[in-house]
């Protein structure tokens, strides 16, 4: 099954290769929503909370266009993995506060 989206068109077979690592066209999508992280510690905790959020609401926007089974599976690593960073920054802000 083929899920044809703007900038984005993958299927199933393309996506994994045997070795269980990403082909380049599926590290390029990821590449596309997921943007790498600069070091924390050189980062105002106010700015890691607004790239955290961000990167939940892509890995949000990821999950909503995923149709293949092995790429949904990703999406909600995505999702699930956005959703503690960002829950676990905004606990530390609030110790920090207190």
Do not use: W
């Amino acid at each position: 099954m083929e899920k044809d989206t703007p900038g984005l068109k993958l299927s199933g077979e393309e996506m994994l290769v045997e070795s269980g690592t990403f082909c380049s066209k599926t590290r390029r999508v990821i590449q596309k929503y997921f943007q790498p992280l600069r070091p924390e510690a050189t980062m105002p905790e106010v700015e890691m909370l607004e790239q955290a959020h961000r990167e939940l609401l892509e890995a949000q926007n990821l999950f909503s266009v995923m149709e293949e089974p092995e790429l949904i599976d990703c999406a909600i690593y995505a999702l699930k993995s956005a959703e503690l960073r960002y829950n676990y920054l905004i606990r530390q802000i609030k110790q920090k506060s207190r």
